[in-house]
């Protein structure tokens, strides 16, 4: 009976090891969640809604991750209990978890170039129409602040953005003090635009940088999350099947 019953229990060995391999998968699309919710919400609050997708592609990261782990506690259930409808639930819910993940990887990458554009239009309406500078900060005005004094840069473009906009009309001066290379100096006056006073670049290409690789981040963990569900779903259900008709 013992030499009967080998190849049924090895069988379910193997599920239950390829069951753990897809919980990992799992376990690493929730870290990217999390992840890119906290990169998301710092970068919603200075580039604006037009960013939130990676909050969006982040929460979608943590819902597959969870799911992911839950339905792999599901197939080890199933193969534990010797449960056909669970393990055949588990399966067909893999294949489903599998397309979104690889769908929304692949949405990422082909309209980063169209969200970056409209990201860099949106952001500079906004920091000419609601950019307060540091008497009266408001939220948005804080984080712009930041992002100047922390990335070394001035503006969306550069520190004539700040030219006809609601900050010199408010203050009646040309940049904010976070644009300057050592803030609170003589010559940091608001009026002084010398290369030795003011950091000429613009914060948007490098807050693109982050913004892409944040992105790409997410895209790239999600695709190599659902190659390691691909390889062990492949095996599960080759496995899942075997045990059905056994």
């Known amino acids: 009976m ?12 193997l599920l239950s090891l390829l069951n753990g391999f ?17 990169g998301g919400a710092s970068l ?9 997708y990676l909050l969006h592609v982040g ?31 588990c399966i067909l819910s893999m294949v489903i978890v599998l397309i979104v993940e690889v769908t929304a990887a692949t949405v ?26 540091y008497n009266e900060p408001d939220d948005y005005s804080t984080q712009w602040n930041l992002v100047m004094e922390k990335l070394k840069c001035c503006g969306v473009n550069n520190y004539t953005d700040f030219s006809g906009s609601s900050f010199e009309m408010t203050t009646g001066h040309t940049y904010p003090r976070g644009c300057c290379k050592s803030i609170g100096t003589v010559t940091c006056d608001g009026r002084n635009v010398s290369t030795n006073v003011i950091h000429q670049k613009g914060c948007f290409h490098k807050l693109l940088k982050i913004t892409k690789t944040q992105s790409f981040t997410l895209s790239g963990g999600s695709l190599g999350a659902a190659a390691i569900q691909r390889w062990g779903s492949h095996y599960v259900v080759q496995a899942g099947l075997e045990l059905l008709a056994w």
Do not use: Q
């Not at 013992?2 to 060995?13: D, F, G």
């Not at 919603?44 to 939130?52: D, K, M, N, P, R």
């Open 59 to 89: 929460n979608l990261c943590l819902v597959m991750g969870c799911v992911t782990v839950l339905l792999s506690c599901a197939g080890w259930y199933g193969v534990t209990k010797e449960s056909r409808g669970m393990l055949l639930f």
């Open 22 to 38: 897809v919980a990992m998968s799992g376990i690493i699309l929730v870290g990217l969640g999390i992840g890119g919710k906290c």
């Open 2 to 13: 013992a030499e009967i019953h080998t190849p049924y229990a090895s069988l379910k060995k």
């Open 108 to 133: 990422v990458l082909l309209f980063f170039p169209i969200v970056r554009d409209v990201v860099l239009e949106h952001t500079f309406v906004t920091l000419r129409n609601n950019y307060r500078g």
């Open 44 to 52: 919603t609050s200075v580039l604006g809604l037009s960013s939130a």
